[in-house]
């Protein structure tokens, strides 16, 4: 069960165009599952934005100093996180988590892949000692339009046994897209399995390689949500269940983990035709 | 309007449960926490749940059910604004039938008090999501989302048309099962909302929900388009309060003895207080709940200690008691 916690910020640190942030957090360390995300609310009790913002654990630390500890990575693009980047050791941060289903974990020693856009990398990196814990071979793709919008490259080097970086304007690794190097990266690991984080049109076009090498892809989404605990109904998408039906899901409690064959990744935005409920002729407020 | 007690001072610890009675009383249903959740802001409970006991508060107010399943409106179904947010989810929901066996069942073997919000597309639908809600036993009342668009009368939004309004609110009441109270939902985009309100106590509510969101837009400056893939969508949150507030102080005035749910960008104890001297019996703690899961009830505490410090033994001393004449005595009142 995800906790609302009142941390401490423990750290901020620089890293390319992101900024890593240590926080204290009660018993959520202990709980986070690779995958799974924290809602932080910003700028205090009074404060005008009201909206949490969703972040990737990306690492736990359960047994430090401070007790429990996990560090989220922030881009910083609005008034929110840029609130965020600005505190300072002992300031204290309101999170809820740990949220949303993790990733599921081979039982197996299998061969994955991973495939990070930009700061996607941040949800992997738990993910990565899981794996390589049960004897995985884990090999990695990172991507990103600029070097520095590149994260956790050298981290990553520590647990994969390779990692391929690619850029848009290849000012490091090899010039463009990851999925320009999956197919090989998938041959030459002979992969059994696909995780991905990044942005939709990357993680649609990672479930599409995968497809068509017959291989089941994990894919970690981000959409806009405004509560992250499920109650809010706006971080919805277009995905097919079990029984082949399409349903508008929420990307914070059924996800942000979906199965990269059955989101309906060039319907996301609409309500497809055929949707569980919907009723294209009738119009209703909220 | 009762006399409030002599203000004592007394230091309150975290501990101690301030000596208040905050029973509320909102038409025939009696409850011992003024606080609710408001409808769409708190799902069917179950969520919340695991940050606060929802058996604690008033009652949890559902998301708005309807006859059918509804898939919702695509996104975005968000942006954030100044103090608030807009929405425009379009109702998404199991359908009533689906809600009853699932989500109401969980909540009413929970132990909370479920205030079931309906919606319709035309007054026969909510007649028939109503019948179907007689049979259950244990819904502690039925609030009325009239802020829908009529199908059948080109979307005009029944909320915003006296005679709309009241033809659903009449066939509801006759339709709902005589011992619970039904409430009607009212929008604040009318040019009168008291005579909105009027209307629908004539028409048989029992009480009133006060307010629904505002109707808004936001434009996205990069993509130079709506932010949201509905266009427009409902303002809550803080942003909305002082007119929720002046709304419900309208229906007070005018209307001195209906039942008032008051809600509107409540956060606080204080802002729910204000909705209470105003005129509220209760309130729903809505959008400041994506903020602060367990803010419903933060807030009853919050509210609790407002009123001991203020001296009143007890809510219902509190209600409208901001209407009370010029020249009123009050004891705790701080001297000039």
Redesign the interface.
Known sequence: ????TRGEVLDVKRAGAYHVITLTAGSIPDQARPGQFVAV?IGG?E??????RAFAIHRVNSRGVYGGTLEIVVSVHGEGTAWLADRRRHDPV?I?GPLGRPFSIPRDPINCVLVAGGYGSAALAMLVEELHSRGCRVDLVLGAATEDKLFGVLDAKRLASTVTVTTDDGSTGIQGRVTDVLSDVIDRSAADVIYACGPMKMLQAVAEVASSHGLMSQCAVE?????G?????????PVIGEDGVT??VRSC?DGPIFRGDRVRWSD????PVG?????PL????? | MTRAVVRQHVPSTPEREPNVDMTAHLASLVIPSPVLTAS????FGR??D??FDITRIGGIVT?SV?W???????????A?T????L???????P?VQAFVESDLAWLLERGARAVVSI?G?SVDEYVRVTKFLRDVKGISALEVNI???N?ENR?Q?FACDARAASEVMSAVRRAADPAIPVFAKLSPDVTDIVAIADSVVRAGADGLSVIN?L?GMVIDTDRMRPAL?GIT??LS??AIRPVAVRCVWQIRQALPDVPILGMGGI??GLDALQFILAGANAVSVG????????APLRVHRELAKALEERGFGSLEEAVSFAHRPEGYEYEGEPEE
């Open positions: 069960m995800p906790i609302q609310a009790g404060s005008g934005l009201l909206l949490r309101d809820v959409e806009s949500m405004a509560c605990i499920g109650v809010c109904m706006t971080c919805v998408l349903r508008m409690v996301i935005g609409t309500v949707t569980y409920g919907s009723m009738v119009e209703e407020t909220s | 769409g802001c708190s799902g969520e919340l695991g940050f998301k309807m059918s399943p509804r898939s919702g409106r695509a996104t975005p179904r968000m954030e100044p103090s608030g947010m929405n425009s989810i379009g109702l998404q929901g359908g919606a597309g802020s829908c668009p199908v979307g939004v969101t109707l893939g969508g409902g949150g803080p956060r606080t959008t400041s709940v994506f903020n602060d899961p367990s």
